[in-house]
C-alpha cells in the first residue's frame, strides 16, 4: 500500500483504540488515526479532515450511533465507515449496514479488520 490512510475513530475508550491502531498496523495498514470520543470533538474532525476511513463504536456515551451515521453520511456519502464494537451483535451489526454503514467488524475478532477495510477501500487482499 503506497498511501498513509487518515481514518478517524470514534471510540471512547484509549485502549480499544490502540488495540485496534496496532492491528491496522500490525497486518500492514500504513495509517494515521485520530480518536474522537465526544460530538464536539466529532463534529471539528468531520468538518476538518479529508478521511479515508471512519471507523467507529457503537456505544460512545454522549454520541447517538444512527446520528453519527447520518452526520458522515450527509458529510462524504461514499465515505467508508465501519462499525467495530463489543456490544451489538452480528443481528444488530447488519441492521446498521442497512442503515448506511459499510461493515461491522466484533471487537472479538479483530483480526478480520483489515481485510474488510481492503475490500471496501478496493484494495488487493494481498497488498499491504
Not at 465526544?38 to 471539528?44: G, H, N, P
Not at 474532525?45 to 454522549?62: E, M
Not at 452480528?90 to 472479538?108: H, N, P, Y
Request: proline share 5%; aromatic share 6%.
Amino acid at each position: 500500500m503506497t498511501k498513509t490512510l487518515a481514518i478517524l475513530s470514534i471510540e471512547d475508550s484509549n485502549a480499544d483504540f490502540l488495540l485496534m491502531e496496532r492491528q491496522l498496523k500490525t497486518d500492514g495498514i500504513d495509517c494515521r488515526c485520530h480518536r474522537v470520543d465526544d460530538k464536539q470533538s466529532f463534529d471539528d474532525a468531520l468538518q476538518s479532515g479529508a478521511w479515508d476511513l471512519v471507523i467507529s463504536d457503537y456505544c460512545v456515551p454522549g454520541l447517538y450511533f444512527p446520528e453519527v451515521l447520518a452526520s458522515v453520511r450527509q458529510h462524504s456519502p461514499n465515505l467508508p465507515f465501519m462499525i467495530v464494537s463489543g456490544t451489538i451483535g452480528e443481528a444488530k451489526g447488519a441492521m446498521m449496514v442497512m442503515l448506511g454503514a459499510s461493515d461491522f467488524v466484533s471487537k472479538e475478532r479483530l483480526e478480520d479488520l483489515v481485510p474488510t477495510i481492503k475490500r471496501h477501500l478496493g484494495l488487493d487482499p494481498e497488498d499491504v
